[in-house]
């Protein structure tokens, strides 16, 4: 027996040995491929993480055609996970208000029981105090930022106060501006309190009356009365370069025009973010037109419109502080100027199809990228510089792009209008509603009575009622006033009507000449309107059992 044992052990002793180093060599080789692919592997842009919808809209895109909804229009602030603070951080809060009552207590014991009541001092603090906490409770849809000192009234008892502000579902930075007018008395423990607060806007002597010119300019014939209030926040001058040095020293991403030019406002949302993404990731400025073309879908010619200004529709400020860019014509012109001597020319590489990858062109020193797209559809769209493999290299960066701040400042003026506090529907009709093939019932459950039906199981009679729609009749909803104080855009006309802010300032864009209030800007702020709604009620899924996209798509 001792003899078979001798001979057996070593035969185990191999196999637990064999055993152990194939485990080794699965763990060697596991280690191997997640150091692999650790390396190699690029996350999904995480703003389309925020919004599942909006992934699945722009990714499913057949044979290179662009296919989107152009019922609501989103852009960076509204893919942002959570509300961005002020740039300076501060808030105004019932505690900031506490702190500051007691330091003036602790200087002065005065109450204003002594004082006559039916005049009030508005430059005493205790007076802004006052309109502080009053705002607190009656405004909670909006984050109070700084406040200007409040000022006489048309009456004694009344004070005007300004204010900085931003709504709570607001998820930029941007700030807001606000005037009203607040009438006060004399509360318990001999402190004042306001006992009204007038509209939105109401307080006119705390209004700035600034512009940007000291008198009306004039554009040959045409003349532009600088608006009486003037957003001094909004800077989108065109950066220049400066210097033949500055110029060569700097790395610039070129695209040629291609066929994404005169397609839905989406697509060439698509498609300018993938081209500034790849500029991003080369390390590179991008070289970007400001002039743009309205697709007849939005313009109210029907028709294509070319020489729409970038900045009509996007905060350009935005961009210029978040990513590198040129504007078109100022590189153009310094690259002519500075592109003289045939020995010291600027090294171009030119690119003249999307099939040469962002990869490719890494490690390339060219002074100028220029990409071509001179291929016939859909080869020129400059989306397909992103897919493939492209796509998990290049991030498109949704942060940089947010909407006109002078299109949220008519959104933050219809939502002032109804003191912050309002419900909405979205009501999506248009062609989808004659389509009775992709959705049949869509047309029905739209009706003014399937409306009225519908919101009343989630929203109270008499409440404020926005109508985000596309349908162009607007008397179409006259039947939910018998239960709801209704709101439609068009009841905002005066917002860009030619004696607003808004149509003073895109004349000065536009050389003087008037700029049409058209249907991209309308489902824009129609869309901010219905975000920073208490309840919304959405076409699909509330209103209709279709598919949003059509029949079997849900």
């Given at each position: 027996?001792?003899?078979?044992?001798?001979?057996?052990?070593?035969?185990?002793?191999?196999?637990?040995?064999?055993?152990?180093?194939?485990?080794?060599?699965?763990?060697?080789?596991?280690?191997?491929?997640?150091?692999?692919?650790?390396?190699?592997?690029?996350p999904?842009?995480?703003?389309?993480?925020?919004?599942?919808?909006?992934?699945?809209?722009?990714?499913?895109?057949?044979?290179?055609?662009?296919?989107?909804?152009?019922?609501v229009v989103?852009?960076?602030?509204?893919?942002?996970?959570?509300?961005?603070?002020?740039?300076t951080?501060?808030?105004?809060?019932?505690?900031?208000?506490?702190?500051?009552?007691?330091?003036?207590?602790?200087?002065?014991?005065?109450?204003?029981?002594?004082?006559?009541?039916?005049?009030?001092?508005?430059?005493?603090?205790?007076?802004?105090?006052?309109?502080?906490?009053?705002?607190?409770?009656?405004?909670?849809?909006?984050?109070?930022?700084?406040?200007?000192?409040?000022?006489?009234?048309?009456?004694?008892?009344?004070?005007?106060?300004?204010?900085?502000?931003?709504?709570?579902?607001?998820?930029?930075?941007?700030?807001y501006?606000?005037?009203?007018?607040?009438?006060?008395?004399?509360?318990?423990?001999?402190?004042?309190?306001?006992?009204?607060?007038?509209?939105?806007?109401?307080g006119?002597?705390?209004?700035?009356?600034?512009?940007r010119?000291?008198?009306?300019?004039?554009?040959?014939?045409?003349?532009?009365?600088?608006?009486?209030?003037?957003?001094?926040?909004?800077?989108?001058?065109?950066?220049?370069?400066?210097?033949?040095?500055?110029?060569?020293?700097?790395?610039?991403?070129?695209?040629?025009?291609?066929?994404?030019?005169?397609?839905?406002?989406?697509?060439?949302?698509?498609?300018?973010?993938?081209?500034?993404?790849?500029?991003?990731?080369?390390?590179?400025t991008?070289?970007?037109?400001?002039?743009?073309?309205?697709?007849?879908?939005?313009?109210?010619?029907?028709?294509?419109?070319?020489?729409?200004?970038?900045?009509?529709?996007?905060?350009?400020?935005?961009?210029?502080?978040?990513?590198?860019?040129?504007?078109?014509?100022?590189?153009?012109?310094?690259?002519?100027k500075?592109?003289?001597?045939?020995?010291?020319?600027?090294?171009?590489?030119?690119?003249?199809?999307?099939?040469?990858?962002?990869?490719?062109?890494?490690?390339?020193?060219?002074?100028?990228?220029?990409?071509?797209?001179?291929?016939?559809?859909?080869?020129?769209?400059?989306?397909?510089?992103?897919?493939?493999?492209?796509?998990?290299?290049?991030?498109?960066?949704?942060?940089s792009?947010?909407?006109?701040?002078r299109?949220?400042?008519?959104?933050?003026?219809?939502?002032?209008?109804?003191?912050?506090?309002?419900?909405?529907?979205?009501?999506?009709?248009?062609?989808?509603?004659?389509?009775?093939?992709?959705?049949?019932?869509?047309?029905?459950?739209?009706s003014?009575?399937?409306?009225?039906?519908?919101?009343?199981?989630?929203?109270?009679?008499?409440?404020?009622?926005?109508?985000?729609?596309?349908?162009?009749?607007?008397?179409?909803?006259?039947?939910?006033?018998?239960?709801?104080?209704?709101?439609?855009?068009?009841?905002?006309?005066?917002?860009?009507?030619?004696?607003?802010?808004?149509?003073?300032?895109?004349?000065?864009?536009?050389?003087?000449?008037?700029?049409?209030?058209?249907?991209?800007?309308?489902?824009?702020?129609?869309?901010?309107?219905?975000?920073?709604?208490?309840?919304?009620?959405?076409?699909?899924?509330?209103?209709?059992?279709?598919?949003?996209?059509?029949?079997?798509?849900?």
């Open positions: 027996m001792k003899e078979t044992n001798t001979e057996t052990n070593p035969i185990g002793q191999n196999i637990i040995k064999l055993i152990s180093n194939v485990c080794f060599s699965v763990f060697v080789f596991s280690v191997l491929i997640f150091t692999i692919i650790a390396v190699t592997y690029q999904p842009d995480p703003w389309f993480q925020s919004s599942q919808a909006l992934t699945k809209t722009f990714t499913q895109v057949e044979n290179a055609t662009f296919k989107t909804d152009n019922s989103k852009t960076g602030e509204d893919l942002s996970m959570s509300p961005a603070l002020s740039p951080g501060a808030l105004i809060t019932e505690a900031t208000i506490e702190i500051s009552e007691e330091k003036m207590v602790n200087s002065t014991a005065l109450s204003v029981c002594a004082e006559d009541s039916n005049s009030i001092n508005c430059s005493d603090p205790r007076v802004l105090f006052a309109i502080e906490k009053f705002n607190l409770k009656t405004f909670k849809s909006i984050v109070f930022l700084d406040y200007q000192k409040p000022v006489n009234g048309s009456k004694p008892n009344e004070c005007d106060v300004a204010w900085r502000f931003r709504n709570k579902k607001e998820k930029s930075w941007r700030r501006r606000d005037f009203r007018r607040f009438r006060l008395g004399i509360g318990q423990n001999c402190t004042y309190k306001v006992t009204s607060a007038l509209r939105w806007h109401s006119l002597n705390a209004r700035r009356f600034r512009s010119f000291n008198s009306t300019r004039s554009f040959g014939s045409a003349r532009i009365s600088p608006p009486t209030v003037r957003d001094e926040e909004i800077n989108d001058t065109i950066p220049i370069v400066g210097s033949e040095t500055a110029f060569k020293k700097e790395r610039y991403l070129y695209y040629s025009r291609g066929g994404d030019y005169c397609k839905g406002m989406n697509q060439f949302l698509w498609s300018f973010l993938c081209g500034l993404g790849e500029a991003q990731y080369l390390n590179r991008f070289v970007m037109d400001l002039s743009i073309c309205l697709s007849g879908s939005y313009s109210q010619s029907n028709k294509d419109e070319e020489g729409k200004d970038f900045r009509y529709y996007f905060d350009f400020e935005h961009l210029k502080e978040t990513a590198s860019i040129v504007e078109e014509g100022e590189f153009m012109k310094d690259w002519k500075w592109d003289k001597s045939r020995k010291n020319k600027i090294p171009v590489r030119k690119v003249s199809t999307y099939k040469v990858t962002p990869m490719q062109l890494k490690k390339d020193k060219s002074t100028i990228i220029w990409r071509q797209f001179d291929a016939p559809e859909p080869d020129n769209y400059w989306y397909r510089v992103c897919e493939g493999k492209a796509a998990n290299y290049v991030q498109r960066p949704w942060h792009l947010w909407k006109s701040k299109l949220m400042n008519i959104v933050s003026e219809i939502g002032g209008k109804m003191d912050w506090d309002y419900d909405a529907v979205h009501v999506v009709r248009g062609e989808k509603a004659q389509n009775k093939e992709l959705w049949p019932h869509l047309d029905s459950d739209t003014p009575e399937a409306i009225l039906a519908k919101v009343k199981e989630t929203i109270p009679p008499w409440r404020n009622l926005y109508v985000a729609t596309n349908e162009p009749f607007y008397n179409y909803f006259d039947r939910l006033r018998s239960s709801y104080k209704v709101h439609l855009l068009d009841d905002y006309k005066e917002l860009w009507g030619n004696t607003s802010e808004w149509y003073n300032e895109t004349m000065l864009l536009n050389d003087g000449k008037a700029v049409d209030f058209d249907g991209y800007m309308r489902v824009a702020v129609d869309t901010e309107v219905l975000y920073r709604a208490k309840t919304q009620v959405e076409t699909f899924y509330n209103l209709t059992m279709d598919c949003k996209d059509g029949i079997n798509t849900c």
